[in-house]
């Protein structure tokens, strides 16, 4: 009886910590979000270093045209775990 009991309690238990794997939409809207928003600031950068090229301080246009060719160089990608089943998987 308390071995059935046990397992009844663990049972529930487990049941209650594990993640819901209807969750997928808010970490799709998450992802999109996030794409949106690493977008916007990007842009934002780019259109600051462009006008800095267009500088009369040759150190100041020196830079820009520094930085945004180390832009040309690297992309970083931001990715955002899936939600995980039940299981774990």
Do not use: H, W
């Not at 529930?12 to 794997?21: G, Q, R, V």
């Not at 006008?51 to 060719?69: G, N, R, Y």
């Amino acid at each position: 009886m308390k071995k059935t009991m046990f397992t009844l309690l663990a049972l529930l238990l487990s049941a209650c910590a594990s993640p819901d794997i209807n969750n997928y939409g808010i970490y799709a809207e998450a992802q999109k979000s996030i794409s949106r928003d690493v977008t916007i600031a990007e842009t934002a950068r780019i259109q600051a270093l462009i006008e800095m090229t267009k500088s009369s301080d040759p150190s100041v246009k020196s830079t820009a045209i520094m930085l945004l060719q180390q832009l040309q160089q690297s992309s970083k990608q931001i990715i955002v775990e899936p939600p995980k089943g039940p299981l774990g998987f």
